[in-house]
């Protein structure tokens, strides 16, 4: 393993420590067993029986394109404007060119950008950053999200759920592309992907859901954030003041010590630092917020 120079906490990614097993395939039947149970681990952790789930081999960026690619219909981004709305909006110009009807909306449950929830009752949530702190609305039909970020497992799955028994009032018929949702819908019937994906993955992620508590993940975030606020005072926070993202002003945190954190920084719409309040264990927050109240006090 590669040496980190410096603490690179509080980013996007939960820290997750494993060892990798690379025995077996995703073609045998211990995958198609593991495939089973990472899915029924997922729908009752969060009771989200109600919904078919499918697994995609990327990012929450591919779940996204995939939805949007595999609509019969054209998918309208709504909600505040914000980095993944424009991002959403520029795909959805690609893949509408081709369809007509009344628009599907989609929004983003939680506009990273900008440290912004928002509950629009759009049928196409993108719920990366906000699930599971925030729950999936009733509203909502179809969910994205990646299994590296508050799920604590590791980067490379995608997760898109659907609502049963709605499917095809959404998506296209299977053809031959890696975008094209009914692939993976197929494919999840007979627990398996159309195309290659590490066995660990799952191994990962099934590990993660077997010892997830959703009442102390949310009871984390909630005590972290009200520990930032305290320290910064809330004229300090950009957006919403609690939740699984904080964005800070940039001149709140001493450039030394957001160097040495390697802090994401961000150049508009205002300077400023965010910081994922599930990313990593309490102790390491308060290590954090402890250097900020020494440097306060030379």
Same mark, same amino acid.
Request: charged share 20%; aromatic share 12%; proline share 4%.
């Given at each position: ?9 509080f980013?996007p ?6 060892t990798i097993?690379l025995?077996?395939?995703?073609r ?6 593991l495939?089973?149970?990472t899915?029924k681990s997922f729908?009752?952790v969060f009771q989200l029986?109600?919904?078919d789930?499918?697994f995609?081999p990327?990012?929450g960026t591919l ?7 595999s609509s019969?219909?054209p998918?309208?981004?709504?909600g505040c ?5 424009d991002?959403?909006t520029?795909m959805?110009a690609?893949?509408n ?6 628009p ?6 939680l ?7 928002q509950?629009?009752?759009t049928?196409m ?6 699930? *599971?702190y925030?729950? +999936?609305p009733n509203?909502?039909d179809v969910?994205v =999200? %990646?299994a590296?970020?508050? !799920? ?6 995608a997760?898109?759920g659907?609502?049963?028994g709605k ?7 299977s ?10 819908f197929e494919s999840?019937?007979?627990h398996?992907m ?5 066995t660990?993955?799952f191994?990962?992620?099934?590990e993660?859901?077997?010892s997830?508590d959703?009442?102390?993940?949310r009871q984390q975030?909630?005590e ?7 320290l910064?005072g809330?004229?300090?926070i ?5 939740g *699984?993202?904080?964005? +800070?002003?940039?001149?709140a945190?001493?450039?030394? =010590? %957001?160097?040495t954190?390697? !802090?994401?920084e961000?150049f508009?719409?205002v300077?400023?630092?965010?910081i ?5 264990n309490l102790q ?15």
């Amino acid at each position: 393993m590669a040496n980190r120079q410096g603490s690179t906490s509080f980013g996007p990614n939960a820290d997750v420590q494993f060892t990798i097993d690379l025995f077996g395939s995703h073609r045998d039947e211990n995958f198609r067993n593991l495939y089973r149970e990472t899915t029924k681990s997922f729908q009752k952790v969060f009771q989200l029986e109600e919904f078919d789930i499918l697994f995609m081999p990327g990012g929450g960026t591919l779940g996204v394109e995939a939805t949007i690619a595999s609509s019969l219909s054209p998918v309208e981004v709504v909600g505040c404007e914000g980095v993944f709305k424009d991002r959403w909006t520029e795909m959805s110009a690609l893949h509408n060119r081709t369809k007509t009807g009344l628009p599907t909306t989609l929004s983003c449950h939680l506009e990273t950008s900008v440290s912004k929830f928002q509950e629009l009752g759009t049928p196409m949530l993108d719920v990366v950053s906000s699930f *599971p702190y925030f729950s +999936i609305p009733n509203s909502c039909d179809v969910f994205v =999200l %990646a299994a590296n970020k508050q !799920l604590k497992a590791l980067s490379g799955l995608a997760i898109v759920g659907v609502r049963k028994g709605k499917f095809t009032r959404y998506f296209q018929k299977s053809e031959l592309s890696y975008l094209s949702l009914a692939r993976y819908f197929e494919s999840a019937s007979h627990h398996e992907m159309p195309s290659t994906v590490g066995t660990y993955l799952f191994e990962v992620m099934n590990e993660s859901l077997m010892s997830f508590d959703l009442v102390s993940h949310r009871q984390q975030i909630d005590e972290v954030c009200e520990q930032f606020v305290s320290l910064f005072g809330e004229s300090m926070i950009i957006g919403d003041l609690k939740g *699984p993202v904080l964005t +800070i002003r940039r001149e709140a945190i001493p450039e030394n =010590l %957001a160097k040495t954190w390697s !802090l994401y920084e961000k150049f508009s719409p205002v300077p400023s630092y965010q910081i994922f309040t599930y990313s990593t264990n309490l102790q390491t927050y308060r290590i954090f917020i402890n250097a900020i109240e020494s440097e306060r006090n030379k």
